[in-house]
């Protein structure tokens, strides 16, 4: 878990110092991937017994996934 979370901004600056549109989509996309996968273990790990349910947590886990998805999809200020 530890290794997903301090991938997700990890590959966000990697992306951004890459100085590409293109590159910098990509690494977002990776970021949106490790989130994912922290999701993924803390689901497990509250299905497992291993923590409890927190509601912190999981609103901090869908802010940062809508973070990601409006860097990817950025609002054009013509619209």
Sequence with gaps: MRKAVISIPSNIAEGYGRKSKTDYHRF???SYGSLSELET???????????KQNKIIETLLHEIGGMLYRMVHPKRLDE
């Design 28 to 30: 977002l996309s990776i």
């Design 41 to 51: 273990q803390y689901l497990l790990s509250v299905d497992l017994g291993y923590t």
